[in-house]
C-alpha cells in the first residue's frame, strides 16, 4: 500500500473545524478508490502560536515541511494580530520558498446549489483560473518614508519576470489543451499599466504561438469582472497575475454559489518541495468556534491535493461525493441556506465517498 506523508496546519479561525472533515474525507476516498494510505501530521502553526512563542512556525519549520509531499492548510489570520505577522509571516512566504508558482482555483456550479445568476444551469459555469502566486504584484518590494507624519510615503512595486508569466501562462496553456473547449482567456490592463502588464502581454503573445490548438484571447480585468457576473459562462481557463487572480476568483465563487465551496491549490509543478492546498475562504473569524462552517471548499481542496499525489480515482470519487451531497440537498450548511453543522456535512461526503 503506498504511504504519502502530508502535514496539516489547521492555523485560525474555522480553518482547524474544516480541515478535520477534510482529512476524514480525503482518507476515506483514498482508502477506496487507490488502497492508498495517507500519513497525517498535524502541525500547530497559529496565531495562538505566535502569541506563544513569538513567531508563527518554529525556527526549522521550513525545514520540517520539506519532509512532506504535500500541505493541507486551512486558514490563517485572526483580528488580534496584524496580517503582516500572520499572512506575511507564514502564508505567502510558504508560496515563494516552495515556488508554488501556480494558484490553480476551480470554479463549477454543483447541482444543488443556488446560483445568485437568474437561469444558470448546473455545470454551466466551468472554470478554472491559473493565479500567478510567488510574484507581480504581491511580491513584497517596497517600504514606507516619513510614517507617522503628513509627509508619508508608500511604495509598493510589482514585480513582474519573463520567467514569472511564461510558466504560469504555459500552465494555463497546458491546462486548456486537455479540456473539451479548449479555450484560454489571459487577463491583463496594460492600457494602463503599460510595463507591468505590457511584459505579461508579450509572454502570452510569445506562448499562444506554440498553443495553436487553443483559442486564446486577452481580455481586460475590468471587462472580465463584468463578465464573471454577466456571461460566466463564457470562461473556461482563464489566467492572471497575483492581484487580478486572487480578486477574480473571489468573484466566480459567488457567483458559483457559495465562497464555502472555492478550494484551491498552490502547486510546484517540478515536486522538488511540498504544494499546499487550502480553502479560499480564509479564517472567518465571525463564525470561528460555532461549528457551522462549509467544510466543502476544503473537502475539494483536499481532492485537488489527491491529484496531485497521483491519486486520479481518489480524487474523482471525492468529487463525486461532493457533488452527489450537494444534488440531494438534504445536509447544507448555513451559507447553502441550510442549518447543518461543518460535521454534519463532513459525515455525508464520508458516506457518499463509502
Not at 108 to 120: D, E, N, R, S, T
Not at 283 to 296: E, F, M, R, T, V
Request: charged share 20%; net charge neutral; glycine share 10%.
Amino acid at each position: 500500500m503506498a504511504v504519502h506523508k502530508i502535514a496539516v496546519i489547521g492555523g485560525d479561525g474555522i480553518g482547524p473545524e474544516v480541515i478535520d472533515q477534510a482529512v476524514r474525507a480525503a482518507e476515506a476516498a483514498a482508502g477506496k478508490h487507490d488502497g492508498a494510505r495517507l500519513a497525517w501530521t498535524k502541525l500547530p502553526w497559529s496565531t495562538a502560536y505566535y502569541k506563544q512563542h513569538g513567531r508563527m512556525l518554529p525556527e526549522d519549520g521550513w525545514e520540517q515541511l520539506q519532509n512532506y509531499e504535500a500541505i493541507l492548510f486551512g486558514a490563517v489570520g485572526d483580528p488580534s494580530v496584524p496580517d503582516k505577522v500572520t499572512v506575511h509571516e507564514l502564508l505567502l512566504p510558504m508560496r515563494r520558498k516552495y515556488d508554488q508558482y501556480v494558484n490553480l482555483r476551480p470554479a463549477y456550479l454543483f447541482a444543488g446549489v443556488p446560483c445568485p445568476l437568474v437561469g444558470k444551469e448546473p455545470g454551466s459555469i466551468d472554470m478554472l483560473v491559473y493565479r500567478e502566486n510567488t510574484e507581480g504584484e504581491y511580491a513584497p518590494v517596497g517600504g514606507n518614508l516619513y510614517p507617522g507624519t503628513d509627509n508619508q510615503i508608500a511604495v509598493q512595486t510589482g514585480v513582474f519576470t519573463w520567467k514569472g508569466c511564461e510558466r504560469i501562462l504555459r500552465a494555463a496553456f497546458d491546462a486548456a489543451r486537455q479540456r473539451p473547449r479548449k479555450k484560454l482567456t489571459s487577463i491583463t490592463k496594460s492600457n494602463a499599466q503599460v510595463y507591468s502588464l505590457g511584459l505579461w502581454d508579450d509572454v502570452f503573445n510569445t506562448v499562444r504561438k506554440d498553443y495553436p490548438d487553443v483559442q486564446s484571447a486577452p481580455l481586460l480585468v475590468d471587462a472580465a469582472a463584468m463578465d464573471f457576473v454577466r456571461k460566466p459562462e463564457s470562461f473556461d481557463v482563464v489566467v492572471a497575475s497575483n492581484l487580478f487572480g486572487d480578486i477574480l476568483t473571489d468573484l466566480s465563487a459567488a457567483v458559483t454559489g457559495s465562497i464555502g465551496l472555492a478550494s484551491s491549490a498552490n502547486i510546484n509543478p517540478t515536486k522538488r518541495f511540498p504544494s499546499m492546498f487550502e480553502p479560499v475562504h480564509g479564517s472567518a473569524p465571525d463564525i470561528a468556534g460555532k461549528g457551522i462552517a462549509n467544510p466543502l471548499a476544503a473537502v475539494l481542496s483536499a481532492a485537488l491535493m489527491l491529484d496531485h499525489l497521483g491519486l486520479a480515482k481518489s480524487a474523482a470519487g471525492l468529487r463525486a461525493a461532493v457533488a452527489t451531497v450537494l444534488a440531494r440537498g438534504d445536509v447544507r450548511t448555513p451559507d447553502l441556506g441550510g442549518t447543518h453543522t461543518t460535521a454534519q456535512m463532513g459525515d455525508a461526503v464520508v458516506k457518499a465517498v463509502a
